[in-house]
Nanobody
Framework: QVQLVESGGGLVQSGGSLRLSCATS????????MAWYRQAPGKQRELVAR???????NYADSVKGRFTISRDNAKNTAYLQMSSLRPEDTAVYYC??????????????WGQGTQVTVSS
């Protein structure tokens, strides 16, 4: 069973910074892409940033230049460094990964989410 666990959320003032972490555990062969999504109240879940196994990245237009996604393949962990935070960044942030299991299947597990609240 593969699990993703996010951490690092919290309450921060506008203009502040936070760093989220997503740790992957369990039995698997490899992890391809890892991504961060967010869901604000009353809105659909949206992609924030994505990073492949060779560290190719893409970002939502709304966070370009402010957020940076990275990963440590040895630790099976992804990070999201968030700077210049705005109240509109307030949401639950979820981690997602493309995982190859020992059975040869690709699965796409989600973490439980971590709340980020930006006060004005």
């Amino acid at each position: 069973q593969v699990q993703l666990v996010e951490s690092g959320g919290g309450l921060v003032q506008s203009g502040g910074s936070l760093r989220l972490s997503c740790a992957t555990s369990g039995s698997f062969v490899s992890i391809d892409a890892m991504a961060w999504y967010r869901q604000a109240p009353g809105k659909q879940r949206e992609l924030v940033a994505r990073i492949t196994s060779i560290r190719s990245t893409n970002y939502a237009d709304s966070v370009k230049g402010r957020f940076t996604i990275s990963r440590d393949n040895a630790k099976n962990t992804a990070y999201l460094q968030m700077s210049s935070l705005r109240p509109e960044d307030t949401a639950v942030y979820y981690c997602n990964a493309d995982v190859l299991t020992r059975a040869g299947r690709l699965i796409y597990p989600w973490g439980q989410g971590t709340q980020v609240t930006v006060s004005s």
